[in-house]
């Protein structure tokens, strides 16, 4: 493939057309993390029940990872030279999760996390995809090693719940 200056006139010297679709799926990708992080939190507030200290705690690790995720995705969309989402409101409009409100049961807590986990997974694929398909290696191992700690974290619950 030959590349023009033209197409490759951004500092990491990828095409700025691809690293704009990485941008775009990176910022699907936070604003996805932060509403998923804003539902673990109220969880962790609000769960009830026998096993209220397990979840209470294995709620707090994961909004912590959640919140070391978003992060660094932050920071990775302005390394690949772009601005990152910063509002609850473009938060909503960009993201695919639904915000949940109003549960405590352990239970329904963590089928939630479950499922919100597995959104959090599909959507890293998409952006992992998009930086492959740009030749951002970067961008694309820093998705894949979160993808890996998120579904795992994902077997734990499910295990959790049967």
């Given at each position: 493939?030959?590349?023009?200056?033209?197409?490759?006139?951004?500092?990491?010297?990828?095409?700025?057309?691809?690293?704009?679709?990485?941008?775009?799926?990176?910022?699907?990708?936070?604003?996805?993390?932060?509403?998923?992080?804003?539902?673990?939190?109220?969880?962790?507030?609000?769960?009830?029940?026998?096993?209220?200290?397990?979840?209470?705690e294995?709620?707090?690790?994961?909004?912590?990872?959640l919140?070391?995720?978003?992060?660094?995705?932050?920071?990775?969309?302005?390394?690949?030279?772009?601005?990152?989402?910063?509002?609850?409101?473009?938060?909503?409009?960009?993201?695919?999760?639904?915000?949940?409100?109003?549960?405590?049961?352990?239970?329904?807590?963590?089928?939630?996390?479950?499922?919100?986990?597995?959104?959090?997974?599909?959507?890293?694929?998409?952006?992992?995809?998009?930086a492959?398909?740009?030749?951002?290696?970067?961008?694309?191992d820093?998705?894949?090693?979160?993808?890996?700690?998120?579904?795992?974290?994902?077997?734990?619950?499910?295990?959790?719940?049967?």
């Amino acid at each position: 493939m030959t590349t023009t200056k033209a197409t490759l006139d951004n500092h990491l010297k990828l095409d700025n057309k691809a690293m704009k679709n990485v941008s775009d799926k990176l910022n699907d990708l936070l604003s996805d993390y932060h509403i998923f992080y804003q539902n673990v939190r109220g969880f962790h507030w609000n769960v009830k029940g026998e096993n209220f200290f397990d979840l209470h705690e294995k709620f707090e690790e994961l909004y912590t990872r959640l919140y070391e995720n978003i992060d660094e995705l932050a920071e990775r969309i302005v390394t690949i030279g772009f601005n990152p989402l910063h509002s609850y409101s473009d938060y909503l409009k960009n993201t695919i999760h639904k915000e949940i409100t109003d549960v405590s049961s352990g239970s329904e807590c963590v089928k939630h996390v479950v499922d919100g986990l597995g959104i959090l997974a599909q959507s890293h694929r998409k952006a992992a995809k998009a930086a492959g398909d740009a030749d951002d290696i970067a961008t694309e191992d820093l998705l894949t090693n979160f993808v890996g700690d998120l579904e795992k974290r994902m077997w734990m619950f499910t295990k959790f719940a049967e």
